[in-house]
């Protein structure tokens, strides 16, 4: 397992504690890998902001799982 391997986890982990509620606009790397859980957590904190916004910079490690993620919340 590479160090690096959870790096996206823990990203949307803190974005997930520390960004306020006035953030409307995020983009992430698509090079890091991100969990199926942590982006369902992440999704599910934006409920209460007012995020606009959510891209990739590439797709490199982004599954049909994390779209089908994305286009839930999207179509809230």
């Known amino acids: 397992m590479n160090e690096n391997d959870n790096i996206g986890d823990e990203l949307l982990d803190i974005l997930i504690r520390f960004s306020p509620k006035s953030l409307t606009d995020v983009i992430v ?20 902001k007012n995020l606009h916004y959510f891209g990739i910079t590439s797709e490199d490690h982004i599954t049909e799982d994390h779209k089908i993620i994305i286009r839930k919340y999207r179509d809230l």
């Open 29 to 48: 790397g698509g090079d890091w890998k991100y969990s199926i859980d942590a982006f369902e957590r992440f999704f599910e904190s934006c409920r209460e």
